[in-house]
């Protein structure tokens, strides 16, 4: 079983419409959990953080965390041609004392006008 | 501030030749971690520092790979003899927290492509 899961896509939406990306992670122990975002050709870059059960919102991004379902989530309100980019879910595991990110394989979406 | 510095941007070379990689982390970030990320997977974590000591290098093929650190800053990584299944784009990372159970937000450098022919 893999640590990080998400489903590859494409996942198409229009403009102005809400995308939904999910993420499952495996070790029961992690404690953070992080949603980046990368646009081909380039780096990955952080939009979203997230610890605790619930829901965290910035701006038209909104992360939400289930530990006991092992699931994490990131909403996109309001979707604009300009979120079209691979979203990565990273997930922190601890060991020997430091911790490290193990990031899933990542979401295509694509937003059509 | 300044990011994270990577260089060069693309590589091409033969199979089993030799090649490096140079990042410079962020000024005062004390963990430095290195990331292959193949075509259509996310970043797999191939080692990490901690100012210039290695905290996690469980997934660095250590027959042909080799980091290092000197004086906590500047970090190379070297593949010696290279595979064609080290094209790949690498990945430098840095962060500010230094040990403990939360995790620090890792700031990516641009990466350097290389193509392994």
């Known amino acids: 079983q893999k640590e990080v899961e998400q489903n590859s896509g494409p996942l198409s939406v229009p403009e102005g419409a809400i995308a939904s990306l999910n993420c499952t992670y495996s070790?029961?122990?992690?404690?953070?959990f992080f949603w980046y975002r990368q646009y081909s050709g380039k780096s990955p870059e952080l939009i979203m953080s997230?610890?605790?059960?619930g829901d965290k919102e910035d701006g038209r991004f909104t992360a939400q965390l289930n530990k006991a379902s092992q699931y994490v989530s990131l909403l996109i309100r309001d979707s604009q041609p300009s979120d079209s980019a691979t979203y990565l879910c990273?997930?922190?595991?601890?060991?020997?004392?430091?911790?490290?990110?193990?990031f899933g394989a990542g979401t295509r979406l694509a937003v059509h006008p | 501030e300044a990011g994270v510095a990577q260089s060069p941007r693309y590589k091409i070379i033969e199979k089993r030749q030799s090649v490096a990689f140079w990042c410079n982390p962020i000024?005062?970030?004390?963990?430095l971690y290195w990331y292959q990320q193949i075509l259509g997977q996310g970043p797999k974590l191939l080692i990490q520092?901690?100012?210039?000591?290695?905290?996690?290098d469980s997934q660095l093929p250590k027959d042909r790979f080799s980091a290092e650190r000197l004086k906590g800053v500047d970090s190379t990584l070297k593949i010696q003899p290279a595979k064609l299944e080290d094209s790949a784009v690498y990945l430098c990372a840095s962060s500010t927290r230094t040990s403990g159970r939360e995790t620090d937000t890792q700031y990516f450098g641009p990466g350097t492509r290389l193509t392994v022919l």
């Open positions: 070790d029961r122990v992690s404690q953070s």
């Open positions: 520092f901690q100012n210039n000591g290695v905290v996690d």
């Open positions: 000024s005062g970030h004390a963990t």
């Open positions: 997230i610890y605790s059960n």
């Open positions: 990273a997930v922190s595991l601890f060991s020997g004392g430091y911790n490290k990110l193990i």
